[in-house]
């Protein structure tokens, strides 16, 4: 899931060199701790929150298929 994670943010984001995922396991939660550069912040979360709320759905997708939850937490 987190190369997953790291495709889709590498075509939002202009740097993606810049992109910093970690993930942590709490429970039957994936936690994906993300950190993009600073001008890239705006386009991850985009307008009223559309691109994060929709990365969020699609990795929770990807989770359901394996029997888990994830999460994404925005690292700034």
Do not use: C, H
Request: hydrophobic share 45%; proline share 1%.
């Amino acid at each position: 899931m987190k190369l997953f994670l790291k495709y889709l943010i590498q075509n939002i984001v202009q740097k993606p060199e810049a992109i910093k995922i970690e993930k942590r396991e709490e429970k039957e939660t994936t936690v994906f701790l993300v950190d993009v550069d600073e001008a890239d912040r705006g386009r991850i979360i985009g307008k009223q929150g559309k691109v994060i709320i929709a990365l969020r759905n699609l990795v929770n997708i990807k989770a359901q298929k394996i029997d888990k939850r994830a999460q994404i937490s925005l690292n700034f």
